[in-house]
T-cell receptor
Framework: GQQLNQSPQSMFIQEGEDVSMNCTSS?????WLWYKQDPGEGPVLLIA?????ELTSNGRLTAQFGITRKDSFLNISASIPSDVGIYFC??????????FGGGTRLMVKP | SAVISQKPSRDICQRGTSLTIQCQVD?????MFWYRQQPGQSLTLIAT?????????ESGFVIDKFPISRPNLTFSTLTVSNMSPEDSSIYLC????????????FGPGTRLTVL
């Protein structure tokens, strides 16, 4: 099925840095969801967005539903080692099915 | 949220055999889905499991290969039939409480390796 364009594909972080990732689509979505997946686990829902322009926080995480309804971003402030993992965006157009981005792999700088 | 369990958590199977994966939710949910996640990839929807009727399959997935059951509002199974090494993936159960409430939750996954 259709995939969202998620970027970056991967990034290295140093503890304390702020991190930003985003998803774009050619289609309009009614809902944006952000997930984190740790190795050997299923994705865990971090933030859900339901309205264009909506800005929602969950601890050090902040996500926004783009005003055009075709994009969303996720920011992580003051990153810590346990932020390492794969982050997925997911958008829902009209209808029931979620469309997933390709994922952003967060790794720790050696 | 919803607490979702899957059995088995992992398995190693021989080519040509079949494996049935179980998904159990701690409360009734309207919608249940099955996803596949190939190594290093994103999630791909296999089908929506419908209670009391045949599952709704996405393009590229067929009932003969991935039969699905959903006998009630808290349980579903996915069978991977006549397996080949290309079926080696993580299989994930996912649920949504109702059609209007769009938050969707995932089980821990079943890691399948086919030799």
């Amino acid at each position: 099925g259709q995939q969202l364009n998620q970027s970056p594909q991967s990034m290295f972080i140093q503890e304390g840095e702020d991190v930003s990732m985003n998803c774009t689509s050619s289609s309009i979505f009614n809902t944006w969801l952000w997930y984190k997946q740790d190795p050997g686990e299923g994705p865990v829902l971090l933030i859900a967005l339901y309205k264009a322009g909506e800005l929602t926080s969950n601890g050090r995480l902040t996500a926004q539903f783009g005003i055009t309804r075709k994009d969303s971003f996720l920011n992580i402030s003051a990153s810590i080692p346990s932020d390492v993992g794969i982050y997925f965006c997911a958008g829902q157009p009209s209808g029931n099915m979620l469309t997933f981005g390709g994922g952003t792999r967060l790794m720790v700088k050696p | 949220s919803a607490v979702i369990s899957q059995k088995p958590s992992r398995d190693i199977c021989q080519r040509g055999t079949s494996l049935t994966i179980q998904c159990q939710v701690d409360s009734q949910v309207t919608m249940m889905f099955w996803y596949r996640q190939q190594p290093g990839q994103s999630l791909t929807l296999i089908a929506t499991a419908n209670q009391g009727s045949e599952a709704t399959y996405e393009s590229g997935f067929v009932i003969d290969k991935f039969p699905i059951s959903r006998p009630n509002l808290t349980f579903s199974t996915l069978t991977v039939s006549n397996m080949s090494p290309e079926d080696s993936s993580i299989y994930l159960c996912s649920v949504r409480r109702d059609r209007e409430y769009n938050e969707q939750f995932f089980g821990p996954g079943t890691r399948l390796t086919v030799l």
